[in-house]
């Protein structure tokens, strides 16, 4: 258990300091360049961003308490006793959290329809959704074959950590980031459904307290990821599309050198 939870951590810290290297690299001031070749002038935008590590401590605590559960006595023992109480009063169980899953990032897009707006439009909050998505299976599907925990109905050893409560969070974040800065009380409405995904997981016999609260905090850092690396892949997709349409008098194309993305202009005189 203990060599485990090792592995775990060192998997986690590679991929923390790797997040935290490419975000040190990219946070330098923006530079603009401008070079003379021939009767064209070139310049160079470095685009600036930043990951704001406060918005990181959540998810952290949320995963450390998971990834402790698997080896502290105490928490593994709270894990115990809350599928004992489960049994015993046998509650309902449900399908819902195969569904209520989604609910928050399908509110987003129901709302803007509705005429309430968000922060970004569709293009590219469906950018930073995909992203998130793409981003917490990157987190939970592999430390699932690597922590190999037993569900508790013993149906399979891919307990830690929970999918549906990782995919539940990151839709309940991406709904807080779009709507928090225009109605804040709308934005916290995506995390009751999180929540009751989270609690039926534990409900329906699948997972583990920790690998519920674990999977919490991958989600909302995977939203978080989204939100930082979507300046960076619009700079990239916004230079294509532009190339194409105008080359004949500007050129605008993304460029990357010494881990740093930003985008050229060339523009004839």
Partial sequence: MKKRSQKLLVYLF???????????????DSIAVQQPVQDS???IVMQKSKLNYKS??????LIGYGVAGLSIRGLKEINRDTKIEVDEHQPTRT???????????LMVYGLNMAGIKGKHNFRDRTIIY?????IVT?????LKYMVKEERPDRSNTLSFPSGHAAIAFSNAQFMFREYKDTNFWLSLSGYPFALFTGVYRIINN???VGDVVAGAGFG??????AYWLFPKIDSLLRGKNKTKKSFSSTMVMPFYQNNTVGIGLIKNF
């Avoid at 990157?138 to 592999?142: D, H, I, Q, R, V």
């Fill in 56 to 61: 990181l401590i959540i998810p952290a605590a």
């Fill in 95 to 105: 399908r819902f959290d195969d569904y209520t899953q989604f609910i928050p990032g």
């Fill in 220 to 225: 909302i850092l995977s939203t978080e990821l």
């Fill in 138 to 142: 990157a987190f939970t599907t592999p």
């Fill in 130 to 134: 995909a992203s998130s998505q793409l």
């Fill in 41 to 43: 002038t070139t310049t």
């Fill in 14 to 28: 590679i991929l923390l300091s790797a997040f935290s290297k490419v975000n040190a690299q990219n946070n330098n």
């Fill in 206 to 208: 699948k997972h583990w």
